[in-house]
């Protein structure tokens, strides 16, 4: 019998051609499925492996890209600075196909200024956010977009707003915004596939619990707050198994998900009405939902006519990776032309 694996896609590749290294993060993690929903948006979309470059930064996200797709390249690069790495890359070479994995600490707070600057340019990458709230890899801290109010084990307060990348995105003019849930492979694999397949920044704010450190009532655990108090919660070394959390609910429908500790989160899945070209009502639809307590999911936001950054800045065609050195290096007649220009 022949099972989902053994499918082959149109350029004659399984589902087990787009994997990588076995995964070294905690058994539970959404992360693990964001990465399993990659492979299969790869699979499905028919990506070249030798055309695809895998980028990231630093944390638990970060890892993701040696999961899957082994054989293609991949760059990991210094904490928040993935998006400058991913513009050489792509201008060097514009028939990459670039994914981006980022997590929330390495895109909302270091890494701020080069998120900002990706969405402005629009560079054409597929940047997908593993958004657990935390700083899993220094155990636990609050990220920048843990919600306002959010507790700590201990019951201590978040007491700074959230960062909402999405509604970021949106007000700097991004050209594909989504939001979605790990444990949502149906709505995530098709918002992967859409991305991959955009001309421009597609950014994908996938939720992803932490099943270490922010799957509790409240918030997270602090390895601060532990470390202060000499009084260690649990056994550091040692992760518990937790099932994989799965949901499958219609579009306009809001989902009670249970987390493993019996907290919950409310997921909202946008309806047919939401017009994803309208940027007003994608934000008005942000705030709405944070003021209910919800999490909404879904493509927020996309506008196909923007001009991503290798066609605003000329490039040609033939990516600048393939050309030869005389075609790179100008004549001396031909940089004076150029600097006369300039003056």
């Known amino acids: 019998m022949t099972i989902a694996a053994d499918k082959t896609n149109r350029i004659g590749l399984t589902r087990d051609d787009y994997r990588g290294a076995h995964t070294t993060l ?6 693990n499925s964001i990465t399993n929903h990659i492979v299969k948006a790869l699979h499905d979309s028919a990506v070249e492996p030798h055309l695809l470059a895998k980028m990231s930064g630093i944390g638990c996200s970060s890892k993701a890209t040696a999961y899957f797709v082994d054989r293609a390249h991949g760059f990991n690069g210094a904490h928040g600075r993935m998006p400058s790495l991913a513009t050489g890359a792509k201008l060097a070479n514009r028939e990459l196909v670039v994914v ?9 707070s270091i890494g701020l200024g080069q998120y900002c600057h990706m969405i402005r340019r629009n560079l054409d990458i597929t940047y997908v956010v593993e958004d657990n709230g935390v700083y899993g890899l220094t155990k636990g801290q609050l990220s920048a977009t843990a919600d306002l109010g959010s507790t700590l084990r201990k019951g201590r307060a978040n007491d700074y707003p959230q960062i909402d990348i999405c509604a970021v995105a949106i007000d700097l003019g991004a050209s594909f915004v989504a939001r979605s849930f790990s444990g949502d492979g149906k709505q995530l694999v098709p918002l992967l596939r859409a991305a991959l397949a955009h001309r421009g920044t597609a950014l994908l704010d996938v939720v992803s619990p932490c099943v270490t450190f922010n799957d509790h009532a409240g918030s997270t655990k602090s390895y601060a707050y532990v470390k202060d108090h000499d009084a260690p919660v649990n056994t550091p070394d040692f992760i518990a198994f937790q099932p994989e959390i799965t949901v499958d609910y219609d579009p306009g429908t809001v989902q009670d998900v249970a987390l493993h500790d019996g907290s919950h989160i409310l997921l ?11 940027p007003v009502a994608a934000l008005r639809a942000l705030h709405e939902a944070r003021r209910s307590g919800e ?12 001009d991503d950054l290798c066609t605003r800045e000329r490039l040609p065609d033939r990516p600048l990776a393939h050309l030869g050195i005389d075609a790179l290096r100008p004549s001396r007649e031909q940089w004076a032309a150029l600097m006369a220009a300039l003056v």
Do not use: F, N, Q, W
């Open 26 to 31: 905690c058994a539970g993690c959404g992360h």
């Open 100 to 108: 981006g994995v980022s997590g929330d600490g390495d895109t909302a």
């Open 295 to 306: 999490i909404l999911t879904g493509l927020l936001y996309a506008d196909p006519e923007i």
């Open 268 to 278: 909202r899945k946008l309806d047919g009405d939401h017009d994803v070209r309208d």
